[in-house]
């Protein structure tokens, strides 16, 4: 059976490649039944070849790989969740996060990441972080100890020189995206009904 649905699987992959070109970034596909006794091997062979990623009874394939950096969740998934998040169904995180140095390809990378998984994450809150790049360390905190303040109003556009970060609430569209350089003693607040906050360290 594995067979069978990897090559119907790689069919669907091909038409809507080929009806959407090379914008096609993700496929979302419909996993049929399965018969249960052998829907736990079935789902391994579905893993191991596609690397997909799966929310209830949907595959969404990536034409490119696509995983976020660093991933969270209020509520820590199973154990074996965690060991096999394709068979368990893992669900996705309450954020994802990237982080990039301020050169065009890494960033431009880092950010078709978040906006090709958006959609398909509306409830991730996504963050950016770009770091600079060069050989000499970021400058020390000038007053370490000191108190923490929120960062403020976002910038009007993003930022030419790193440390910088980028946020999109859920359930925002990629274009929605607040930027902020990275400051020492200062924080980012993030989420309505959470209350997970980052300290702005470079």
Known sequence: MSNKLIADINKKIAEKKKLNGPEQKVVKISLPQIDPKVRFDVL????NFFQADRIGE???IKCNEYYPDVGSWQQKPSHKQRRF???YNCPPPQIWIEVAYNITNDREQALEKIRSSK?????TEF???VLPHGKEPYHQNPSPGSDSEEVGIPLNSRP?????IGYWPSNETFDRV????IVWNQH?????RCSYIFQRYS
């Open 85 to 87: 998040p394709f068979i």
């Open 58 to 60: 949907d595959l969404y």
């Open 119 to 123: 959609c398909y994450c509306c409830k």
């Open 127 to 129: 963050i950016i972080i």
């Open 178 to 181: 607040s930027w902020n350089d």
């Open 44 to 47: 391994d062979s579905i893993y």
């Open 160 to 164: 030419s020189l790193a440390p910088y």
């Open 188 to 192: 980012l607040s993030i989420g309505i």
